[in-house]
């Protein structure tokens, strides 16, 4: 191991956990709150069981005021709603807060997308079968639609690791803020290499992990 890894490995794995828990948090709001958001996207659209123009257009909307926010100005507005409902503004946790709300409409719309993508046939199918709504979007929709979903997180976590490397302007910490003030800022261009190389790595691990389990579970 090259002696400047030796010299910085304590700071190096609290960065790299500081990324893991901005990056697990951002993908627990994705799945939880952004899965739902993106499927009633969907539902609520124009011509579908849960037809709604004044729910679609609001959270079309919103997702899309998000969105079209350049992270480091939406992590800057939120500065106070993150101090709010942290109690404070600074740290790993709070930098939690605006990952998390730019993972939502992410990955709400990537749902909305592969949803979309599914032949109309089997929502009349499914329909036609008396099927609840819950039925609908549990044995039907997100069956059908699971590789998608599955290439959608994936794109999304490595967006996420890429949005955690800005964190450093509220002090979140992470690999990306430790290369900049170490490599970086103190001339040690050797270091920064190798949290580039950390993090190269950390991304081709999660798309081939992925697209793999996406090429697993697409039965079509």
Do not use: C
């Not at 008396?130 to 997100?142: E, M, T």
């Not at 580039?196 to 039965?219: A, E, H």
Request: aromatic fraction near 10%; glycine fraction near 8%; hydrophobic fraction near 55%.
């Amino acid at each position: 191991m090259p002696e400047i890894l030796v010299q910085y490995q304590a700071e190096i794995w609290q960065a790299i956990v500081e990324t893991f828990i901005m990056v697990g948090v951002s993908i627990l709001a994705a799945v939880l709150i952004g899965l739902p958001v993106g499927t009633l996207l969907f539902l609520s659209r124009k011509g579908n069981i849960l037809e709604n123009r004044i729910i679609f257009s609001s959270l079309n909307l919103v997702v899309n005021i998000i969105r079209s926010f350049p992270f480091l100005l939406l992590v800057v507005f939120l500065i106070p709603f993150t101090r709010l409902i942290i109690g404070t503004a600074i740290g790993t946790a709070a930098a939690t807060v605006p990952l998390s709300i730019i993972a939502i409409a992410h990955y709400s719309r990537l749902v909305e997308q592969s949803l979309l993508d599914i032949p109309k046939g089997v929502l009349e199918a499914a329909i036609s079968m008396g099927a609840s709504v819950k039925g609908i979007i549990i044995k039907f929709l997100y069956v059908e639609a699971r590789s998608g979903l599955v290439l959608g997180l994936t794109t999304s976590i490595i967006s996420f690791i890429s949005y955690s490397t800005i964190m450093g302007v509220v002090g979140g910490g992470g690999i990306g803020d430790f290369a900049i003030r170490y490599g970086y800022q103190q001339f040690k261009t050797d270091l920064m290499v190798y949290m580039i190389i950390i993090m190269v790595i950390l991304v081709q691990f999660i798309q081939f992990t992925g697209t793999t389990v996406s090429r697993l579970i697409d039965k079509r």
